[in-house]
């Protein structure tokens, strides 16, 4: 079984900037993919950014490129996403999703809001 733990978000105005950290912990995890989604009222959850295996191998969407920075040591268990020059549009729920290898399970974090907003 594996949990996640995420910690971070809160409010912010624009042109400020966030962390968002997360943690997979289990008995013998070996954790494959760590990623950030965000869920805005009203919108589909949408991939903001992944770390496949080793901290070299990221991928942002388009509208966080630049701005958002996701952090993972090689081999961790744990990343975290920093995030700078906030914009109203980034208000929306975070998740910290997971895969781990030899499971096709998926496993999210509980969520977490980060407010943009003057």
């Known amino acids: 079984q594996v949990e996640i733990w995420e910690s971070g978000g809160g409010s912010a105005q624009p042109g400020e900037s966030l962390r968002l950290s997360c943690v997979a912990s289990?008995?013998?995890?070996?954790?494959?993919?760590m990623a950030w989604y965000r869920q805005a009222p009203g919108g589909r959850r949408e991939l903001v950014a992944s770390?496949?295996?080793?901290?070299?191998?990221?991928t942002y969407a388009d509208t966080v490129k630049g701005r958002f920075t996701l952090v993972r040591e090689k081999f961790s268990n744990s990343m975290y996403m920093q995030m700078n020059n906030l914009k109203p549009n980034d208000t929306a729920v975070y998740y910290c999703?997971?895969?781990?290898?030899?499971?096709?399970?998926?496993?999210w974090g509980q969520g977490t809001q980060v407010t943009v907003s003057l």
């Open positions: 770390t496949f295996q080793s901290s070299t191998e990221t």
């Open positions: 999703y997971v895969r781990v290898f030899g499971s096709a399970s998926e496993y």
């Open positions: 289990g008995s013998r995890v070996n954790v494959k993919t």
